[in-house]
């Protein structure tokens, strides 16, 4: 399977061991595997680590829940943006949506799989 590498924040990691310790956790929250890489973006307050992801995550496991997709206007707007903004999280879009902020947030429902 195809895999590729980003960049995910991290909070501050101060020094290898830090990294070490965090950074493989971080990861794997994201379905990922850490490279080894990280470094510091913003002093004292953010780091990034460099982590190995799937194309596609497959697996008889899944989990559904809700994120946050900026304002949605219709089912035609849910369609044309959920597939995106769901494979920015590694998971699909479910075609669910609702608006939780009337012309400022919707959400989108997406599904892991792992």
Do not use: C, R
């Not at 990861?27 to 990034?48: D, I, R, Y």
């Not at 903004?85 to 669910?96: H, K, L, V």
Request: net charge negative; glycine share 8%; charged share 20%.
């Amino acid at each position: 399977m195809s895999t590729f590498k980003v960049n995910i924040p991290a909070g501050p990691l101060w020094n290898d061991q830090d990294a070490n310790e965090k950074a493989p956790k971080v990861a794997a929250a994201h379905q990922g595997k850490w490279t080894g890489q990280w470094n510091t973006v913003v002093e004292s307050e953010m780091s990034v680590i460099q982590v190995e992801l799937q194309v596609k995550n497959t697996g008889t496991d899944s989990f559904v829940t809700d994120v946050l997709a900026g304002p949605l206007w219709s089912n035609e707007d849910a369609k044309k943006f959920g597939p995106a903004i769901a494979a920015s999280y590694g998971a699909e879009f479910t075609g669910q949506w609702k608006t939780i902020v009337e012309g400022k947030m919707s959400v989108i429902q997406i599904k892991y799989s792992f």
